[in-house]
């Protein structure tokens, strides 16, 4: 009898043995299933996403297309860029497969050429004078000049009072680097010349680029702080009247802007000023579901072979 009983027990020891197993086989089981599902569909996830992005890319390409055919024309249209051409105007968010693009072209050359501070090495006094005062119009120190004019010239010995060169950069604590001591390939350079802070890039990066051309400023693009450095003692405030004035139509030519009452008695001179442009800048955005691209491009349209994209970027340009 006390066999019969032990020989049950075991029996059901077994069995539990058994279930226990067999619950744990079948947790595995369904911990690995679950895991081979959430990879595959972060696989899938992962490979729309480049798709996307391979989608989104394109179109931002067929908008390099776009922008340069849109300032081919005008250039035949029209003798003279100012907001009111084509080019100019802002269009709302196309509508594509999967998503939508939008994107917008500026004139570069209603901003200043930082490049234009030194012609063959050497400093161009109306264009530093143009530059320190465009620093004060925006609150910033406009000693700073000097700074860059030692960032692009091409020697290694600081030539400017406050300026500096490589013994200056290579002493830093942190993140020594050599001065580019050649033009500016980007505004975004201004970062590392001394006493630029993000707050005075963020101030003067709407205002300036940098192509190696000597390229003159449009009157009929410019804003008011650009408007205000052309000459000695325009206020900020004058300068915005005569953007108001001036509208979208501009002037036919730098002459007639010139004659506008707020520069009588100034000096004022023509020099670097023009109401044609041969710089551009697009900046496109492209939303396909979930992914998002941003490029901005500079699209030279003057030149060998006629509109033609010499920059692009993710970022600053």
């Known amino acids: 009898m006390m066999r019969m009983v032990h020989h049950i027990r075991g029996r059901k020891r077994q069995r539990g043995i058994a279930l226990l197993t067999a619950i744990l086989i079948l947790a595995v089981a369904t911990i690995a299933g679950t ?12 490979a729309s ?19 340069a055919q849109i300032l081919k024309r005008d250039l035949t249209d029209n003798t003279i860029d100012a907001l009111g051409d084509q080019w100019a105007q802002q269009l709302p968010p196309l509508p594509v497969d999967g998503g939508q693009i939008s994107g917008h072209i500026e004139d570069l050359q ?8 030194l012609s063959e090495g050497r400093p161009q006094a109306l264009q530093v004078e143009r530059f320190r005062r465009l620093l004060a119009v925006l609150e910033i120190p406009p000693e700073l000049t000097n700074a860059v004019l030692d960032w692009l010239d091409g020697d290694e010995e ?62 009929n693009t410019a804003p008011a702080p650009v408007i205000a450095c052309l000459v000695e003692g325009l206020s900020l405030s004058s300068a915005e009247d005569l953007v108001k004035r001036r509208g979208t ?12 009452d707020i520069f009588t008695g100034t000096g004022i001179k023509s020099n670097g000023l023009t109401v044609r442009s041969s710089y551009f800048l697009l900046t ?22 006629g509109p033609r994209v010499i920059m692009r970027s993710k970022g600053w340009f």
Do not use: C, H
Request: no cysteine; proline share 1%.
């Open 110 to 117: 209603g901003r200043f050429n930082i490049n234009t501070l």
């Open 249 to 260: 139509a501009g002037y036919a030519n730098v002459n007639a802007f010139l004659q506008d």
């Open 284 to 305: 496109g955005e492209a939303w396909i579901d979930r992914v998002r691209r941003w490029r901005v491009s500079v699209i030279q349209r003057m030149g060998v072979g």
């Open 35 to 46: 895991a081979m599902t959430v990879r595959g569909q972060v696989d899938i996830r992962r």
């Open 158 to 219: 600081a030539q400017f009072d406050g300026g500096a060169e490589d013994a200056e950069y290579l002493s830093r604590q942190q993140g020594a680097y050599r001065t580019a001591n050649r033009a500016m390939v980007s505004i975004s350079e201004l970062r590392l010349v001394k006493g630029f802070s993000e707050e005075y890039f963020r101030k003067l990066e709407p205002y300036v680029y940098a192509v190696e051309a000597n390229t003159a400023i449009n009157v």
């Open 49 to 67: 996403n480049v798709l996307n992005g391979d989608q989104a890319e394109s179109y931002l390409s067929a908008g390099e297309v776009w922008a």
